[in-house]
Every structure is written in C-alpha cells, then in structure tokens.
C-alpha cells in the first residue's frame, strides 16, 4: 500500500463549507479573571456542555477546578467558589453527555470523582464528590464518557491501564491492560463499540473495549503518533503527530488496516502539541496547535484527496487549551457549526470562537444541520456490559434545544470493600491521598520496621540460648553414660 503525500497548497473545490471564517465573542461576551492552570500536562483543562463552562484553575494544596454558567460571562470574581475535593492537581475534566449537571474530573492524587453541580453553578466550594473512584495506582491522566450509554466511564492512568466503570455500581468492571507506557489519548467510534488509543511507545492501537482485546495495532515509525480521533462513522481515523524530521504532521488510516496510512500531512515545524477536533454532522476536521493561536481546518472526504485544506483561523494569543460546545448548545439561526473555548492563561481569559457558515438567508439551513446525537442515552451501563452496541439517539437543531424527558443522576452507595478486576484487588495498593496520610504512613512504616527488628533481635538471642543449651545437654549425656 503506497502512501499518498498531500500537497500544502489548497486545490478549490465546491464545498459548501469553503468560506467558513472563525469570530472571536466580543469582550463582553469572553470569560475574564479566571486563575487557568499553569500545569504543562497536555490536556485541554476545559470541558463545555450548554450549560456550564468547567476550567481546571492554578490553586495551592489540591487540585480545584471553577464552574462557571455558559450565560454569565464578563469578569469573574476572585473569590468566586470552586470544585476542590481532589488533593493532587487536577489533569482532565469532562462533562457527562447524558447528564448535564455531571462532571466528571481525574487528578493527580490517582483518583477518579464524579461532581453533581446545582442548578445556576455553585455557590460555595465544593469538596464532596457523588463518588469517589479508586483503582489506579498512578496519577490518572485521562478520562472519557461512553458516546451512548448512560454510566460508563473510562479513565487512563500512568499505571498504563484503562479502568472502565460501571457508575451504577460505582466499581471498575474491566482493565484493560494492553500499554507498554502512558496513554496519550482516547478515542470512540458512534456507537462506542471501539476505541482508539495513542501511547508514548508510539503504537496506535483499535480497541475492542468490553474485552480489551486489540483488533489493530500499528508502530509508526515515520509518524511518531501524539493525538488520535475516530472521523464519525468512516471507518477511519486522523492522528495529529511529529515526522521523522520534527515537523508537526498529520495522518489518516483505515481502522481495519493500520499497516499504512492512507494518506499524511506535514503541517510545518512548530514544536507545539496539535489537538485535532472532528465534527461528524458537517465532516469538518479542526487542527489547533497548543502554545499557537491558530485553528486550521479541513474537510474530510472519502476519495482523493481524502483531506480538502479549507482556512486557517490566525490568532496571536496562544491558546494553552480549548473546550468544544456540544451541538445543541450551538447559535443555529448565526449559521455557527462549531465552538471554540480558547483558554488564553496569560491573560486570565477565555475566549469563545465561532465557526461560522456565511449565509444570506434567515431561515433554518437544513444542509449544514443534520440530524444530531442528542443528550438522549441510547442504552444503559449494564446493557453497554451485556454486548448490545446502538447508535446515538438523534436529535433535530430545528426548534433549538429543548430536553425530551429529565433525566436523574443516582449515585450508588458504596460499602467498604475489595474490588476485583481480573483477578487484581485494584484497592490493596492505593497510593495515600493527602501528605498527613503520606506522613501517617511513613510513620506507622517505621513503627513496625522497629518492632519487626526488636522481634527478629529477640529471636535471634532465643535461637544462641537453645544453642548453648543444646551443646550443654550433648557435652552431659556422655559423662552420665
């Protein structure tokens, strides 16, 4: 299979998205004063649904991340309440699909919580988490909702493994243990019947999930992979990546067949990390660099040249991440495909960034809003678990966002205990969560290294003393004799 090398100069063709142009909100419609993180971990550190914009904040002992409401943008408060249970920074956050008040966050103290926000944001901190999962051994850097079933989530670890839980019980169900070093990123197909992983020992990997076993698998040599999505339900997937020569690159494969990519894409020699975001309703590929203020996109096709170069939205405030509004949340009479949350952390802002369809008439465009997956779940934990795989439930953007049933978050109750996986108590080796709880260990360490010596020494006298008594009862015997 010969690799196809794209041309950087953009060919035209008709596509009714060529003149998509990215706006920037007006200041007072951009989120101002809020303490972004200064971690380097590459992740975006925001997470966006229709009600709520969640931001992963700088904060002293713990990790804390700020919540707040879409429609209360403007210069944030500095003492404004933030989510602060986890005791390590926190690395990733998303927000459930299904649920809109549910966020889920993971950290560096190795855990995995689930926040249940209250209608309108918080009004005070918040340290109680819904749930609190332990599983991982190391820091978890990653996290991801299942696209279609209500309560399953999955988190990647530095420990190299996937945990899937079953947030109706609150445990993991399965480990997937398939990595050499740590998960980059995770990807699912429509329906969630396959994920996609990139790892720092630079495999790509097709994951059967409920199993963990791998369908495909490829070493790439000549395209040192960092980021992977799956395009929608093409059969394919795009890698963002670094080519032999240090230049930032992008590649696109058939997910029955990784032996080759179809086709690659240097992009130019930027060191920054390049976050790829595929829209599936309009078949759009967005490409942002981390550390850039720039957005290219493209057009997914499926003949030659399978990726169409469109525009590159310039910007010069570099962007550390960005959180994508969910469709439904979109501005559909402005003709706004796409949103953008740019994280600007020098400035202490974010940034909403509209693509945006021009278009002379004011009536709904039916062809560049199709059917969409809603906020509907199309099967439960334990179905997803028994084998059933179902589409998305689809949703219209016609009559604007309005929420067929309301749907209840419940959290189960968890008694102390052992969790299994795979035949491994996940909780006989959890790291302590706190520095005290580090020193109380330490401390009871010494304690019974102490007592185990003292035992030992004591022993040791008891063995000399049989010894003696030993040789005294041999050197007797004979003169009784």
């Known amino acids: 299979m010969t690799v196809t090398k794209m041309s950087w100069r953009p060919t035209y063709r008709s596509s009714k998205f060529r003149n998509v142009y990215g706006k920037v909100a007006n200041r007072e419609h951009c989120y101002d004063g809020v303490p972004i993180t200064k971690n380097v971990h590459d992740n975006h550190f925001c997470a966006v649904n229709s009600k709520f914009l969640a931001v992963v904040t700088e ?3 713990g990790g804390s991340f700020i919540v707040i409401p879409v429609s209360q943008s403007g210069r944030l408060d500095s003492h404004y309440p933030k989510v602060c249970g986890h005791q390590g920074n926190v690395l990733d956050i998303k927000w459930n699909p299904f649920f809109e008040n549910i966020i889920a966050s993971c950290s560096e103290d190795s855990s995995v919580r689930i926040w249940e926000i209250p209608e309108g944001g918080l009004r005070r901190n918040m340290t109680e988490a819904v749930l609190e999962l332990y599983g991982h051994s190391r820091r978890v850097g990653l996290i991801e909702w299942h696209p279609t079933s209500s309560g399953i989530l999955f988190s990647a670890g530095y420990d190299y493994k996937i945990l899937t839980w ?3 019980i609150g445990e993991p169900v399965k480990m997937i243990d398939c990595h050499t070093d740590v998960i980059l990123s995770m990807s699912f197909n429509t329906d969630g019947s396959l994920l996609a992983t990139s790892c720092k020992d630079r495999q790509l990997r097709v994951i059967e999930p409920r199993s963990g076993r791998v369908l495909q698998q490829a070493s790439c040599k000549n395209h040192r992979v960092n980021r992977v999505v799956f395009l929608g339900n093409t059969k394919r997937l795009l890698t963002t990546g670094v080519s032999r020569w240090n230049t930032r690159q992008i590649a696109l494969w058939d997910q029955e067949d990784l032996s080759m990519p179809i086709v690659d894409e240097d992009i130019d020699g930027l060191s920054g990390l390049l976050f790829p975001f595929y829209d599936a309703d309009t078949h759009m590929l967005y490409l942002a660099g981390k550390g850039d203020g720039n957005i290219r996109y493209y057009e997914i096709t499926t003949e030659k040249p399978y990726i169409q170069y469109l525009m590159e939205f310039r910007s010069p405030a570099p962007q550390k991440g960005l959180g994508v509004m969910p469709k439904h949340g979109l501005d559909v009479a402005a003709c706004e495909v796409f949103r953008f949350y740019k994280l600007v952390t020098l400035k202490g802002l974010i940034e909403p960034i509209s693509m945006i369809v021009p278009r002379r008439s004011d009536t709904y465009q039916e062809d560049i809003y199709p059917m969409t997956a809603g906020t509907e779940p199309a099967l439960s934990a334990s179905e997803w678990l028994s084998g059933i795989n179902r589409d998305p439930v689809l949703m219209s953007l016609k009559e604007g966002y309005h929420r067929p049933n309301q749907l209840v978050f419940k959290a189960p109750v968890k008694e102390k205990k052992s969790v299994v996986v795979n035949g491994i108590d996940l909780l006989e080796n959890v790291p302590p969560r706190t520095e005290n709880e580090l020193l109380r260990m330490f401390f009871r360490q010494q304690e019974e290294l102490r007592r185990l010596k003292e035992e030992l020494n004591g022993k040791d006298v008891r063995i000399r ?17």
């Open 59 to 61: 904060s002293a002992g």
């Open 465 to 481: 003393q049989l010894e003696l008594e030993l040789n005294n009862l041999k050197n007797v015997s004979p003169n009784n004799v």
């Open 166 to 168: 079953n947030l109706e």
